[in-house]
């Protein structure tokens, strides 16, 4: 019985150690597109990993958030392991609910650990115009993205973020680099 024991305890220490080197040599093949069509309640997620682009476009109210964003961190964390040496997350939300927040907040961090400081993640963030011009009113527009920077504050690879103000067609009229 003891020798049981013994063996069981073989095998899950040989699992440990094979498993993150299978999980490696999956990944040798490029990750897969994911895209998660809009509806009223949720935005179009786009995930393409041969050009880096990462978007959310449209309302993020969804009633399960975990439903619509946990396959997004789960393909994220598998692109940290192979990124493009530029990642850009396109932020295009016009409402979004506080757990879809959190979420988009998981994701921004996983983004953050691309291990490599030569690579740059560039968040890119569409606001109206309105709220654009109040910014810039303001005496400093980064504390307006202080959680936000917060994030991206510790962050492996090089951090741009951009900030672009939209008309009610969602046309791009002005931008502004926000630096930290």
């Known amino acids: 019985m003891n020798f ?45 990993h041969g050009s880096g682009e990462i978007s959310f476009s449209g309302k993020s109210l969804p009633e399960n958030a975990s439903r619509i964003y946990e396959p997004v961190l789960n393909w994220v964390t598998d692109y940290i392991i192979q990124p493009r040496e530029v990642t850009n997350l ?14 988009i907040s998981k994701i921004i961090k996983a983004l953050t650990r691309i291990n490599n400081p030569d690579y740059r993640l560039m968040v890119h963030i569409y606001i109206p ?39 009610d067609a969602s046309r791009v009229i002005r931008d502004a680099v926000v630096l930290f």
């Open 4 to 48: 049981m024991r013994h063996e069981l305890n073989l095998k899950c220490t040989i699992r440990h150690v094979v498993l993150p080197e299978f999980r490696e040599e999956l990944f040798m093949e490029q990750l897969e597109n994911l895209v998660i069509e809009k509806t009223l309640k949720t935005p179009r997620i786009e995930l393409i």
């Open 90 to 103: 396109r932020l295009n939300l016009e409402y979004y609910n506080t757990s879809s927040m959190l979420w």
């Open 129 to 167: 115009l309105e709220e654009y011009d109040d910014m810039r009113g303001s005496a400093d527009m980064k504390e307006s993205f202080n959680p936000l920077t917060d994030i991206l504050q510790n962050s492996i690879p090089e951090v741009s973020m951009k900030l672009y103000a939209t008309d």
